[in-house]
């Protein structure tokens, strides 16, 4: 089957740097997107890697690495703002999106 | 420059009762996609449309479920004979080209189904 693995929570402090980290096991694999969900919102855009290595997009990072199936969302500078659920997704053949389940990112002052 | 829009918002129906979907894709897209979340879950893949054409609805289940993208008007997501399982939030997402080449999915805000 297909299934992406991310942890369900994270914890961090205001200022702080956090890793998400996701583990894919998919067919037609074409690249790893995050997105962001503020409670059940519209899913937002975070990032996308087609290809091994880091991206970086302000204050977040994501980072590919295809022969480990791995990848992982980097947050820095944690804003309070940034509590939200943010999923990892494969962009499979034909562009759908297989979701990982979510990890739920608390920011504390 | 409008995004992604769904209506209606929220849906309640009765078991047995039909419920009809709406997606308007950002202006200019001809690729939406269908997902359903279930509390606290991730999205589920439901099915991919063009234009005129389902393309992949390998995520849709067989019966109840239909979807079509009609050459004018929105994309419309069909649940005949709604049961209680599928209250869910329904989200429909649209992209420019097929989203393997990279181009972002813009989501729509979601219509959320209580079955009753």
């Known amino acids: 089957g297909q299934s992406l693995e991310q942890p369900s929570e994270v914890t961090a402090v205001e200022g702080a740097i956090v890793q998400i980290n996701c583990t894919y096991q998919t067919s037609g694999f074409y690249g790893l997107s995050w997105y962001q969900q503020h409670d059940g919102g519209a899913p937002t855009f975070l990032s996308y890697?087609?290809?091994?290595g880091l991206e970086e997009t302000g204050r977040f990072s994501s980072f590919l690495s295809r022969s480990d199936s791995y990848g992982y969302l980097l947050l820095q500078e944690l804003q309070m703002k940034d509590s939200a659920s943010y999923f990892c997704?494969?962009?499979?053949?034909?562009?759908?999106?297989?979701f990982g389940q979510g990890t739920e990112l608390s920011v504390k002052p | 420059n409008a995004g992604v829009m769904q209506n209606p918002r929220h849906l309640v129906r009765r078991r047995g009762q039909e419920a009809r979907l709406r997606c308007s894709p950002v202006k200019g897209h001809s690729h939406v996609y269908w997902y359903r979340q279930l509390p606290e879950e991730g999205l589920k893949f439901m099915v991919y449309l063009q234009k005129e054409n389902i393309i992949d609805e390998s995520g849709m289940p067989k019966e109840r479920f239909s979807a079509e993208f009609p050459k004018e008007g929105p994309s419309i997501l069909r649940i005949q004979q709604v049961v209680r399982g599928d209250s869910a939030a329904y989200f429909c997402?649209?992209?420019?080209?097929?989203?393997?080449?990279?181009?972002?999915?813009?989501f729509g805000p979601g219509t959320r189904l209580l079955v009753l």
């Open positions: 890697n087609a290809l091994d």
């Open positions: 997704a494969a962009v499979n053949q034909g562009g759908k999106l297989i």
């Open positions: 997402a649209s992209s420019g080209r097929r989203g393997h080449s990279g181009e972002t999915q813009y």
